[in-house]
């Protein structure tokens, strides 16, 4: 928040509203937390309580209804491009074949599926976010992982981790 902050402060601000909308909603979650686990202050015990819930139900709700917004239009452009590669499918799958044997497999092009649990949904290009399994076939934002940055399924304001992440993280 503090970067933020320094950053409007010198008009160099250069950020998604989304994701600043995500960090406002952590920062207040996180400083009622501290209020109430460590200095045993409930904001709704205050004098102003009432005034003071109201800008926050306000700042919440702003959030709810353009996180949804945003859904809704990734979601959107996700279906145009399963559409599109259906009808492209063969051209895209020897693409990537051929991409792949020149990079001799460096390049991550696919990661699990979170709908067929195969490794067959596309992490470059075009059609990232599309699983190339016919029997399938579903479409995800896709979102980088907190820990290795690699595309994974989620959208780009959550925080999620990859496959791989998640198990080493469990074997911890």
């Not at 005034?51 to 917004?69: A, C, F, L, M, N």
């Not at 259906?86 to 990537?96: A, D, F, P, Q």
């Not at 992490?123 to 599309?130: D, H, L, P, T």
């Amino acid at each position: 928040m503090q970067d933020v902050r320094n950053k409007f402060e010198h008009y160099t601000i250069s950020v998604d509203k989304y994701e600043l909308w995500s960090n406002l909603s952590k920062f207040l979650a996180l400083i009622d937390k501290f209020l109430v686990e460590e200095l045993h202050i409930t904001i709704e015990n205050s004098p102003e309580a009432v005034e003071i819930q109201e800008k926050v139900h306000k700042i919440d709700s702003v959030w709810e209804r353009t996180q949804k917004e945003r859904r809704r239009l990734l979601d959107l452009d996700i279906k145009g491009k399963i559409k599109k590669f259906k009808t492209s499918r063969n051209r895209v799958m020897r693409e990537l074949r051929t991409e792949s044997y020149y990079s001799k497999g460096a390049d991550n092009l696919l990661t699990n599926c979170p709908d067929c649990y195969e490794q067959t949904m596309i992490i470059y290009g075009e059609f990232k976010g599309i699983c190339t399994n016919p029997e399938c076939g579903s479409g995800h934002a896709l979102t980088g992982c907190l820990k290795c940055g690699e595309l994974t399924p989620g959208y780009p304001w959550e925080q999620n981790f990859c496959d791989s992440c998640s198990n080493w993280i469990d074997e911890q």
